[in-house]
Every structure is written in structure tokens, then in C-alpha cells.
């Protein structure tokens, strides 16, 4: 594996998707559409459906904590530029939106009630 890709990879899906794909570019010494040809190639997916997937990764661990934050809380830390966003990402990758899969989960979280405390966001 190029280590610029390794790089890309651990710049974009590390950061939990919120890293653009045209500064993960910059970092790399490439240009973006050098990066995008490159990156598809290897991982079979676009860095901005990397990051895409990434982001979606980070506001469904939130979402399956016993206690969660506003919907636009979690866009926000998860770097969705809006509530709205998060839930067309939600419905294009889970096939509904965040609220109705936080509603229809069944092992949302599972361990002793009094243990669970919700735990800082960036975490």
C-alpha cells in the first residue's frame, strides 16, 4: 500500500469523516483528482464516501448510547453540516431517519442501567 494512501486513509476515516477530501489531498502532496483516482482504486470507494461512512460510523455510536444528545448536537460534533444532512445520510445508508432507528432499535444499549452515564461526545 502507498503510504500516501495509508495516510489518506488514517486522515479521513481517523478523523471520523470530518477531514476534507481536498486538505487530506493537500496533506498528501496530491492533487485532489490524483487522490480520488488513486484512493477509488485501492479501497473501492471514493474518499468523500469514506469520510461519508465514517461520519455515519461516529453518530450511530452516539445514537446507540443509552442517553443521547440533540439530533443537531450530534450532526454537529460528527461534522454533518446540519440536522437535516445527517438524517438524507441516515436514510440513504440505513434506509431511515436517526430518530426512527433510535426508536426502533432493540439492543440500543445493553449493560446494568445504573452503570450507563453518557460519555463526552468526542470521545
Not at 2 to 23: N, T, Y
Not at 43 to 67: C, N, Q, W, Y
Not at 75 to 89: E, F, I, K, T
Request: hydrophobic letters at 45%.
Amino acid at each position: 500500500l502507498d503510504p500516501a494512501l495509508d495516510r489518506a486513509w488514517d486522515l479521513l476515516v481517523g478523523s471520523a469523516g470530518r477531514k476534507r477530501v481536498a486538505e487530506v489531498a493537500d496533506d498528501v502532496g496530491w492533487s485532489r483528482r490524483h487522490l480520488v483516482n488513486r484512493f477509488s482504486s485501492e479501497f473501492g470507494v471514493t474518499p468523500k464516501d469514506s469520510a461519508r461512512i465514517a461520519r455515519f460510523s461516529a453518530a450511530h455510536s452516539i445514537l446507540r448510547r443509552p442517553r443521547i444528545p440533540a439530533l443537531a448536537e450530534v450532526a454537529a460534533v460528527c461534522g454533518y453540516y446540519d440536522q437535516a444532512h445527517m438524517a438524507r445520510d441516515w436514510r440513504e445508508l440505513a434506509g431511515m431517519s436517526p430518530s426512527r432507528w433510535r426508536a426502533d432499535e432493540v439492543f440500543a444499549f445493553i449493560q446494568d442501567p445504573g452503570a450507563a452515564e453518557v460519555a463526552d461526545l468526542s470521545a
